[in-house]
């Protein structure tokens, strides 16, 4: 089982981003997928997750700006995160149970 998260980068305040987490060896549509980010010096959050069935849910700070999504032919998950804010700044990780990949970081400049 792999799951490796990709496309962070360096944004600005108010800017958008989209992660992909592409996971194998289980299909997207059997497992939940979990996204969590840790800042520096903090603990891990949770963000937000997208059940087997595709549907999602989010963290109260990141409801109405981040959206979960799934290609289920890619075995793919997203996050598209919208109108960022300088404490988003974090490595994300997209999970399963205690499977984890390496985490993709975001940097947003305020």
């Known amino acids: 089982v792999q799951l490796q998260a990709s496309g962070g980068g360096l944004v600005q305040a108010g800017g958008s981003l989209r992660l992909s987490c592409k996971v194998s060896?289980?299909?997207?549509?059997?497992?939940?997928i979990d996204w969590y980010r840790q800042s520096p010096g903090k603990r891990r959050e949770f963000v937000g997750f997208?059940?087997?069935?595709?549907?999602?849910d989010y963290a109260d700070d990141v409801k109405g700006r981040f959206t979960i999504s799934r290609d289920v032919a890619a075995n793919t998950v997203y996050l598209q995160m919208n109108n960022l804010k300088p404490e988003g700044t974090a490595v994300y990780y997209c999970t399963h149970l205690s499977y984890w990949g390496q985490g993709t970081l975001v940097t947003v400049s305020s």
């Open positions: 060896g289980f299909s997207v549509t059997i497992n939940a």
């Open positions: 997208i059940t087997s069935g595709g549907r999602p």
